[in-house]
């Protein structure tokens, strides 16, 4: 009689099938296309069947268990768990916009990279095995334990119970509106709905996940979708990398095509058409800053330009598309004053910007020592900021929680960093590959020879044009500084790019997809356990049954989700300025308490409410008093670092409040120094 298999045999078992039903579907889609289907039907397929197989583990998977919908069982095999937590990481901004980034910025994008891979670094050494040690639910569940316990530091432990829930949520929410944004974008971009109908579809893939099974059913599912993922991720940047170096492996042609870059980077810099055109750029930055100075009286003059230009039109009987060209005109024109200086401000920024000369991919800081030495602060400032945030994700760390053991945390933190330099040292490559492409293949031709995929991406959003290219210096000839790209745009638009079958184009954007929706899962479920464990049952209703706190839990992830749908369809800003801001506000609020929860054993309840609090503010104040999107100015910041990187000053904020308040205040009760010897002690086999 053979014997049974073990949990991680049938998973393994079940993931290969999964794997090679995948692999089949890629090839039928490839087959129908071959046949005729058309673009939109593969659009559709590929959306309709993603989300259904969600549905459908989340449906397997629905549990009511407090255990299981919490923290999946405790019994995730350490692969399986960091595979999860891979997906769980890898959102839309690593797979959509990361590599856009890296296009648009050089070697300045590389922050990202650094930061979050170094950040997994710390939450296997500073946080992870401590959390899955303390065995409980929740970040909050572990703050409110070590910063309280004893009947005297009962109302300690409900201030820090509490903050930390404030904190859960506001970096949570912020991340996961970022999510929900992409789930629009791809969902629009490959079905053709309205942005905000594409939405509301991926949300309900999201919530049959997170809303059945909790932490069981969202890790079952994000397993399937790192497969997505990495299938989605590697095929485009394995096909570029064969085409332009003869070699399918993006890491070693990056560095064959990157000198090959620099030299084409430094023919288009010194062709006169490039300087002519960023000349024009500059003029017309030059006629908005005259207007400007000029306001109002050249709003005045210039909305009566437009009126006199309609009604000679009219008066000349001209053609209809001349006139309502002239009509479209006057429409657009700013309605006050007020609005024409935004506008305005906007347009000379946008023109001042084409007309910059070209940035060297791979050259560190470029610019004039000052804003050489700028850039470089704001590097590593981003990569600190990033690095501590990542050790502090609630959606993260809640994940330590989920297997059976401190050494399989520990194991499944080696695989999840496996998993993510997968992708991760894929980027930079697929970044160079791609602009060395349109660099060679779309830079010098002819605009009536223009590849399909650049008119296509041209009209996918006419408001908030993600592509455009102009004739600006009238030459029928494309410059480099003629073409704008959006950073969000990039990866979905490499298939494409690439030549290869629209069927590649699907599976990208199921990719793309599956980053967001895992995301959103774990985003989501932290938001609801907090609310309903910390919030509900720890400090409302302790009596509460196991059935009554999953489902208030439930309630609960649904209020959230809707909100945080209706937060996106607003267009909020790009993707990663908004996750940026989760990480700052994250690592100043959450990453000194527990960090010195652990290894500092004087750490007080009075040091983490203060240091809490005073690591929140500052880092708001920052955000609020620097980023022009929210009411501040450039002009506030402090030793020009950028506002994403706020935590650099709220997290140093947030450490040395803790240590000073907790220096002039009672030391802690022995339950907590007895916390902190139990979590640190070595596991006991």
Request: one cysteine or more.
């Amino acid at each position: 009689m053979k014997p049974a298999r073990t949990f991680f045999q049938r998973l393994r078992y079940y993931y290969s099938l999964f794997t090679l039903g995948f692999g089949c579907f890629l090839i039928a889609l490839a087959a129908l296309e071959q046949e005729g289907m058309p673009r939109v039907w593969i659009g559709y397929l590929f959306m309709f069947a993603t989300i259904v197989l969600y549905a459908l583990i989340g449906v397997i998977s629905r549990t009511s268990n407090v255990l299981e919908y919490y923290v999946a069982g405790r019994r995730v095999p350490a692969m399986f768990n960091g595979m999860a937590t891979a997906a769980d990481w890898i959102s839309a901004a690593s797979f959509i916009s990361l590599a856009g980034g890296l296009y648009l910025h050089g070697f300045d994008g590389l922050a990202y990279i650094m930061g979050w891979t170094g950040g997994y670094c710390l939450v296997a050494l500073l946080i992870a095995p401590y959390l899955r040690k303390f065995a409980q639910y929740t970040i909050p569940d572990f703050l409110a334990e070590r910063y309280g316990g004893a009947e005297q530091a009962e109302r300690g432990s409900r201030a820090v119970r509490i903050l930390a829930v404030i904190a859960t949520i506001m970096v949570s929410f912020t991340y996961v509106v970022a999510q929900i944004y992409a789930v629009g974008l791809i969902a629009s971009r490959f079905t053709g709905v309205d942005f905000s109908v594409g939405i509301f579809l991926g949300l309900a893939s999201i919530l049959v996940c997170s809303f059945l099974g909790g932490m069981r059913a969202i890790t079952w599912t994000q397993v399937a979708q790192y497969i997505i993922i990495l299938v989605a991720f590697l095929i485009p940047a394995m096909w570029l990398s064969a085409k332009h170096s003869d070699n399918p492996i993006p890491q070693v042609a990056y560095g064959k095509l990157l000198p090959k870059l620099s030299a084409r980077e430094h023919v288009l810099q010194e062709d006169p058409k490039e300087a002519e055109v960023r000349a024009i750029y500059r003029q017309r930055a030059a006629d908005y800053a005259a207007r400007l100075a000029a306001l109002p009286a050249s709003w005045e003059a210039g909305r009566i330009e437009v009126q006199r230009k309609l009604d000679s039109v009219k008066a000349r009987n001209a053609s209809l598309l001349e006139i309502r060209s002239a009509e479209r005109e006057l429409v657009a024109y700013p309605k006050n004053a007020d609005e024409a200086e935004r506008m305005w401000t906007e347009a000379r920024e946008q023109n001042l910007l084409h007309a910059e000369p070209i940035t060297p991919h791979a050259t560190p800081y470029p610019g004039d020592q000052a804003t050489s030495d700028i850039k470089r602060n704001n590097f590593l400032a981003l990569v600190f900021c990033l690095m501590l945030g990542t050790a502090a994700l609630p959606h993260i760390l809640m994940r330590s929680y989920t297997t059976p053991s401190v050494h399989e945390t520990r194991v499944s933190v080696f695989w999840t960093l496996f998993f993510i330099l997968l992708i991760y040292l894929t980027i930079p490559a697929l970044a160079v590959l791609v602009k060395y492409d349109i660099y060679n293949s779309l830079v010098g031709i002819d605009y009536a020879h223009l590849p399909n995929w650049v008119s296509y991406w041209t009209n996918v959003d006419k408001l908030n044009p993600l592509f455009s290219i102009s004739d600006v210096n009238r030459d029928g000839v494309v410059q480099l500084a003629e073409i704008s790209i959006d950073a969000d745009v990039l990866v979905l638009a490499t298939p494409e790019i690439a030549g290869l079958p629209y069927v590649i184009s699907g599976l990208v954007a199921a990719g793309g997809l599956a980053a967001a929706l895992s995301t959103a899962d774990g985003l989501l479920l932290a938001i609801s356990n907090a609310l309903s464990h910390d919030v509900y049952y720890k400090l409302v209703d302790r009596g509460a049954s196991t059935q009554k706190r999953v489902t208030i839990s439930k309630l609960l992830l649904l209020a959230v989700a809707f909100i945080a749908a209706y937060a996106a369809s607003t267009k909020p800003g790009d993707i990663l300025s908004l996750v940026g801001a989760a990480f700052s506000l994250a690592g100043s609020t959450l990453f000194p308490a527990l960090a010195l929860g652990v290894f500092w054993k004087r750490a007080n309840h009075q040091g983490a409410i203060a240091g809490m609090t005073v690591g929140f503010l500052v880092c708001i104040y920052y955000m609020l008093h620097t980023n022009p999107v929210l009411g501040g100015s450039a002009a506030n910041q402090w030793f020009h670092i950028a506002p994403i990187s706020a935590g650099i000053f709220g997290v140093p904020a947030g450490l040395l409040t803790i240590i000073g308040v907790s220096l002039l205040t009672r030391a802690p009760e022995r339950q907590a120094a007895a916390l902190v010897d139990y979590i640190r002690a070595p596991e006991q086999h």
